[in-house]
Nanobody, 123 residues
Framework: VQLQAFGGGLVQAGGFLRLSCATF????????MAWFRQPPGKEREFLGI????????DLADSVRGRFTISRDNVKSTSYLQMNALNPEDTAVYYC?????????????????WGQGTQVTVSS
């Protein structure tokens, strides 16, 4: 497994969670990292990207102001900090990685995906 997301769980509305995405066997500092989610019965939603310099790109309107994405190149891990959660945030959350600028930044297409982690927000 080269990519694994974890940290999901059950949280009450208004609460917070931090998801982690660990990578293995690859040069993490050269990877563009992204987060997606898929609510039950809905299509997958792109949430945002953390670029090679740690900058956040294209954060989705649905999470802007509440979620933030970061990376730690020493730990080869990306993070999705989720605050002010609401029931509409209930979903399986995925991380993804790619080394190709065009695929990642323009197409939002990623070759490598981690196993999802379930986040459930109760009202």
């Amino acid at each position: 497994v080269q990519l694994q997301a974890f940290g999901g769980g059950l949280v009450q509305a208004g609460g917070f969670l931090r998801l982690s995405c660990a990578t293995f066997g690859v040069h993490f500092a050269s990877l563009i990292m992204a987060w997606f989610r898929q609510p039950p019965g809905k299509e997958r939603e792109f949430l945002g990207i953390v670029d090679l310099n740690g900058g956040i790109r294209d954060l989705a309107d649905s999470v802007r102001g509440r979620f933030t994405i970061s990376r730690d190149n020493v730990k080869s891990t990306s993070y999705l900090q989720m605050n002010a959660l609401n029931p509409e945030d209930t979903a399986v959350y995925y991380c993804a990685r790619d080394a190709n600028d065009y695929s990642a930044y323009v197409l939002k297409e990623f070759i490598h995906w981690g196993q999802g982690t379930q986040v459930t927000v109760s009202s």
